[in-house]
């Protein structure tokens, strides 16, 4: 257990929706990360925050937005689902805002239908 | 654009039998070097990291990992496997001073009872 929780566990949906997903960091982390994992694209980074700021942006697409809040928890919000949003979604926390090392949480995995 | 390679995508060894899986990035600066592993169904666990230091890295688990920068490598190793090693291993690369890790594809590995 890393101590990053994310919810939900699983989360299935049709196109065109709206999810949002949770990310609880370790206590004592600053940083969140969002990867998402699929088959064709792999692990690819999303966006990170720090201390309730946007550090470092990625192959986030402008349908997909995130937040860090005051007491650190992070949402990813996803809007006009595709089916090929279809993935895993990882929060990572870290105690830094970069050069850290990231720990994993246990993933949200979507299904658009 | 930095990036990481794993050269073998499936990997399948009998237990006892010895492990190198091969890493390889591009970045010419300072380089922050991960392996995680990620068990069927469970998200990435932290294996071993390199920052800078004895470029001979031990992890977890009976795994170590040597730098060599002339290279531009990472390969992981383990001199003994065992069927619990069954899971999906992953390089990363932290890009720059951002928290961006960079993925490789991941090496799946089998391991025969």
């Known amino acids: 257990d890393s101590g990053v929780t994310q919810t939900p566990k699983h989360l299935i949906t049709a196109t065109g929706q709206r999810v949002t997903l949770r990310c609880s960091p370790r206590?004592?982390?600053?940083?969140v990360y969002w990867y998402q994992q699929s088959l064709d694209q792999g692990l690819q980074f999303l966006i990170q925050?720090?201390?309730?700021?946007?550090?470092a942006k990625g192959n986030i697409l402008e349908r997909f937005s995130a937040q860090q809040f005051p007491d650190l928890h992070s949402e990813l919000n996803l809007s006009s689902l595709e089916l090929g949003d279809s993935a895993l979604y990882f929060c990572?926390?870290?105690?830094?805002?970069?050069?850290?090392?990231?720990?994993f949480g246990p993933g949200t995995r979507l299904t658009v239908l | 654009a930095q990036s990481v390679s794993q050269h073998n995508h499936h990997v399948i060894l009998s237990e006892a039998a010895s492990l190198e899986l091969g890493c390889n990035y591009s970045?010419?600066?300072?380089?922050?070097l991960f392996w995680y592993v990620q068990y069927p169904g469970q998200h990435l666990q932290l294996l071993l990291k390199?920052?800078?230091?004895?470029?001979l890295v031990k992890g977890i688990k009976g795994f170590e990992a040597e730098f060599i920068k002339s290279k531009f490598s990472f390969n992981l190793r383990k001199p003994s496997v065992q069927w619990s090693d069954t899971a999906e291993y992953f390089c990363?690369?932290?890009?720059?001073?951002?928290?961006?890790?960079?993925f490789g594809q991941g090496t799946t590995l089998q391991v025969k009872p």
């Open positions: 990572a926390s870290g105690r830094a805002s970069g050069t850290d090392t990231q720990y």
């Open positions: 206590s004592g982390d600053l940083s």
């Open positions: 925050y720090y201390n309730g700021e946007e550090r």
């Open positions: 970045y010419g600066g300072t380089v922050n």
């Open positions: 390199y920052f800078s230091g004895d470029p």
């Open positions: 990363a690369v932290l890009s720059g001073n951002t928290g961006k890790l960079i």
